[in-house]
C-alpha cells in the first residue's frame, strides 16, 4: 500500500468512537498536525485486537503536534510539541 501523506503534509486526526478497539488516542482526535515521518506498514492494530490477521497493513505515521494546538489553554512555551504515531485510516487531508 502507498502511503497518502508525507513527510511536510498537514494532517488532522479523525474524531471517532467507533465501538471496537482502536489505538488513536482521543485527547489527539480532531486536531491538526503536520506529518513528521513515515515509519513503514504494519499489520493493523484494530483488526488483529479481534483475533483477525491484521491486513490489509497500513502506514504509520509520526505526527508532530504544537503543545498550544492539542491543549487549548496551554501556558508554557509556544515551541513546546507533541509527536503521536498514528495510523493512515486515522488521518484525514487537510484543505489549505
Known amino acids: 500500500m502507498e502511503p497518502k501523506f508525507k513527510p511536510g503534509d498537514t494532517v488532522k486526526v479523525r474524531v471517532g468512537q467507533p465501538p471496537h478497539h482502536f489505538r488513536t488516542p482521543t485527547y489527539i482526535q480532531g486536531k491538526v498536525g503536520r506529518v513528521a515521518a513515515i515509519h513503514g506498514e ?55
Not at 485510516?89 to 489549505?96: D, I, N, S
Open 42 to 96: 504494519f499489520r493493523n492494530p484494530e483488526t488483529l485486537a479481534h483475533g483477525g490477521d491484521g491486513l490489509p497493513r497500513q502506514p504509520l505515521y509520526l505526527v508532530h503536534f504544537a503543545q498550544r494546538d492539542v491543549w487549548g489553554q496551554y501556558a508554557a512555551s509556544a515551541r513546546d510539541t507533541l509527536f503521536v504515531d498514528i495510523y493512515e485510516p486515522w488521518l484525514e487531508t487537510v484543505e489549505h
